[in-house]
């Protein structure tokens, strides 16, 4: 099962734009890329996936490297209440999710 | 979107008690539902997969005597936790899966019950 690797914390300001990068370089062909968060004391949101292309929503953009060893979550304006661990999870086994330890993010004002 | 929800969303008991919590997803149906535990500062994990009419799938090193799974129906899994210790106090979530959506993603998390045992 492929694994991944975040750093265990990061911050920026208030309005700029956060990266958080993730590594998964076991990762196989038909495995995609899923990224969460956790604010505080609440369930899980989801945030993005994909499997080779970037992707974008409302939310962030997700852009996922040619070889597909590593992905970047981009948060393009980050505001405090984007302060919250973000998991990066490669799904293994189909459908179960497992998360790894996270990075939080602490957005300063 | 698609909703999950928890019932209690927070629960106080005595040692020696059985909790249960309740999981339904709202506006979907899932066929399988996922229940995670969380300790302070630590990540989530995955404690067992619930499947609809059939028995729970546990993670290995989860009692599955202990923590008891029924998926009754297509929208609500309940996870009982059988003599409860103080140990087993906790954040427990459960996510459900989307069976007819592609493309999309096919986890929803509730927003976790806090268990405190005295």
């Known amino acids: 099962d492929a694994k991944t690797t975040q750093p265990t914390s990061m911050d920026c300001a208030e309005g700029r734009a956060a990266n958080l990068p993730c590594n998964h370089s076991t990762i196989s062909g038909n495995e995609y890329v899923y990224w969460y968060r956790q604010i505080h004391s609440q369930g899980p949101q989801y945030i993005i996936h994909?499997?080779?292309n970037n992707e974008t929503n409302e939310m962030a953009s997700l852009i996922i490297t040619e070889d597909r060893k590593s992905s970047t979550l981009i948060l393009p304006h980050a505001t405090l209440r984007d302060t919250a661990v973000y998991y990066c999870?490669?799904?293994?086994?189909?459908?179960?999710?497992?998360f790894g330890s996270g990075t939080r993010l602490l957005v300063r004002p | 979107g698609a909703v999950v929800s928890q019932h209690p969303s927070w629960v106080i008991c005595k040692s020696g008690t059985s909790v249960k919590i309740e999981c339904r997803s709202l506006?979907?149906?899932?066929?399988?539902m996922f229940w995670y535990r969380q300790f302070p500062k630590q990540s989530l994990m995955l404690m067992a997969t619930?499947?609809?009419?059939?028995?729970?799938?546990?993670e290995q090193g989860v009692e599955k005597d202990k923590f008891l799974i029924n998926h009754a129906s297509l929208t609500l899994s309940t996870l009982t936790v059988t003599s409860a210790h103080p140990e087993d106090s906790s954040f427990y979530i459960c996510?459900?899966?989307?069976?007819?959506?592609?493309?999309?993603?096919?986890?929803?998390f509730g927003p976790g019950t806090r268990l405190t045992v005295l």
């Open positions: 619930s499947n609809e009419g059939s028995k729970a799938t546990y």
């Open positions: 999870i490669v799904r293994v086994n189909g459908y179960k999710l497992i």
């Open positions: 506006d979907f149906q899932a066929t399988t």
């Open positions: 994909g499997l080779k």
């Open positions: 996510s459900a899966r989307v069976t007819s959506r592609t493309n999309a993603p096919e986890q929803f």
